[in-house]
């Protein structure tokens, strides 16, 4: 964006501000993966700024330049920064650390600002998350997926299961104030025994936080192909349901309360210290800006997203200009509706004041379906209701 609308600007960081850092390289892409990502074969060995996993940080520390001089000169201290993906972790840590130190220098840092990196238990070792914590990074999101081997091939997942008590072991000893794990459910071939076995391996490592996804065959995916071909069968609802009741039984014994349908947090509700910040910027309606190749951004209810292809955000940066692709100003109502979407979605639930007429009236026979209730002014989902949250969301808003 060249310039965002003073209208936009006017409440900005009231409620949180972040820094979503997209690092689009990958070692291998995963079958089941939409992200925006590369491998360094599909960019070619060519250093363009920015095209290329040893230069991309120069092109980054430009983007978050940019960022501070569109917003202004308000004081607009950072809550949460994350480094997303692709895989963070296979830039060198000084790479990361230096796209960190140019937030701190452009934006400031809050004092207790939660810092992110995903990683893939094959890439990082003792000495690398030894140093992205001495950098400041304090929070680490493993993408653990399965324990299962053959769970992990039909997902061209290429990671040892077996090294994921290690890496975890590696970062508490580095001294990351929080550990994830991110966890996928309903793979073809997957048993209920399979599923239980990443359960049990996940939670041996005493996580502070659990991600855990139904698998989603996305168009456009080699493993949309592989469903179309007949080779493997689409997951199963009914599968994926129980499986999910099984990892919130699991998880809640655990210590691990659910604070998102898809997230879990140490000891939630009774500490608020574990869920994931960053995130809840997201569903929350909160500023941040995007950094990087397809990075979305949104600030004030004005949209944007960068373009996809690294070589192609690279030529933009380098030439001083914007590397949004396009925007879209969010009208009140597309703001109420995704609202709606998104604050269903959590523990706490959705205010009533959100819902327009129609959906005052369809929260009558959500509750007699028992899916929804209602906590003085709020809209909570039940258990049954998390498993058909999309349904109930559909109902209130068309």
Known sequence: MEQIPEAALTHVGERGFGIYVHVPFCSVRCGYCDFNTYTAEELGTGLVPGASRATYAQAAIAEVRRARSVLGDRDLPVDTVFFGGGTPTLLVPDDQLSILEAIRSEFGLRPHVEVTTEANPDSVDAESLARLREGGINRVSFGMQSAVDHVLAVLERTHDPRRLPEVVAWAREAGFEQISLDLIYGTPGESTADWERSLDAALACEPDHVSAYSLIVEPGT???????????????????????????????????????????????????????????LYWTAGD???????????????????????????????????????????????????????????????????????????????????????????????????????????DLVS
């Not at 592989?226 to 689409?234: D, F, L, N, P």
């Open 222 to 280: 080699a493993l949309a192909r592989r469903v179309r071909r007949g080779e493997i069968a689409m997951p199963d609802d009914d599968d994926l349901a129980d499986k999910y009741l099984l990892a919130d039984e699991r998880f809640e014994a655990a210590g691990l309360g659910w604070y998102e349908l898809s997230n879990w947090a140490r000891d939630f509700p009774s500490s608020d210290a574990a869920p994931c910040r960053h995130n809840r």
């Open 288 to 394: 941040w800006w995007g950094v990087g190749p397809g990075a979305h951004s949104h600030v004030g209810g004005v949209r944007w997203w960068n373009l996809k292809h690294p070589a192609a955000y690279a030529d933009r940066i380098a030439a001083g200009e914007s590397p949004a692709q396009d925007h879209e100003v969010l009208s009140a109502e597309t703001q109420r509706v995704e609202r709606v979407l998104l604050e269903l979605r959590l523990r706490e639930g959705l205010p009533i004041e959100a819902l327009d007429d129609h959906g005052r009236v369809a929260v009558t026979e959500q509750v007699a379906r028992g899916l929804v209730r209602l906590d003085d002014d709020r809209l909570l989902l039940t258990k049954q209701g998390r498993l058909l949250a999309d349904a109930v969301v559909r």
